[in-house]
């Protein structure tokens, strides 16, 4: 299944992509079992720690093979935003020390981010989603604040907020570029 999608071969950065997303229901099981057996918490932080390293591994790869694909422009970031949005809801419902009002800005700036994506392709309007510095230091500080959480460090108020600070920006970046894009679209279809 990972070699090939619609008759194209996966470059190694997508696969390393695609393993981040297999990883997430590993990490979700681990989570719920060690509910009843805490030694597996352990494990899922080893797990969720190798997912980020795959996010950092699946980048570096592309670059030095040059090996930027259009499946990896999907893949990647639909991989993190699966991983962040599944383990934020998870360790909320399963009564891990995470801030409700965390879990409800990452997971409506993400809702949000989608429903703009969805308005953009039923207006026809193309738009390359390139990660900014904004969305990758939010990526990063989310990542942060789950390990944080998993680790079980007591005071955790600073990086959860510092979480909800970039993710606040980034998603306000993202709405605005969107917006713009529309703006133009509107613009040159009077014309």
């Not at 470059?11 to 719920?32: E, G, H, N, Y």
């Not at 990647?76 to 995470?98: E, H, N, Q």
Request: hydrophobic fraction near 55%.
């Amino acid at each position: 299944m990972l070699k090939q999608i619609n008759g194209k071969k996966m470059s190694f950065a997508d696969k390393i992509s695609s393993v981040r997303i297999i990883l997430i229901p590993v990490f979700i099981s681990l989570l719920i079992y060690a509910q009843a057996k805490p030694y597996l918490r352990s494990v899922a932080v080893g797990v969720f720690i190798l997912a980020i390293l795959s996010d950092f591994f699946d980048g570096l790869v592309a670059r030095i093979k040059q090996e930027k694909s259009e499946l990896g422009q999907i893949i990647d970031p639909l991989a993190d935003k699966l991983l962040m949005l599944s383990a934020f809801i998870s360790l909320y419902l399963l009564g891990y020390k995470i801030y409700l009002w965390v879990v409800l800005v990452v997971v409506s700036r993400d809702l949000i981010i989608l429903f703009g994506v969805v308005i953009l392709h039923f207006l026809k309007i193309e738009i390359v989603i390139a990660p900014s510095i904004w969305g990758k230091l939010t990526t990063f500080f989310q990542m942060f604040t789950i390990l944080w959480v998993l680790i079980g460090v007591p005071y955790h108020f600073f990086i959860c907020f510092l979480a909800v600070v970039f993710t606040l920006i980034s998603g306000s970046d993202y709405f605005f570029r969107g917006a713009k894009e529309i703006n133009a679209k509107i613009s040159t279809s009077d014309s």
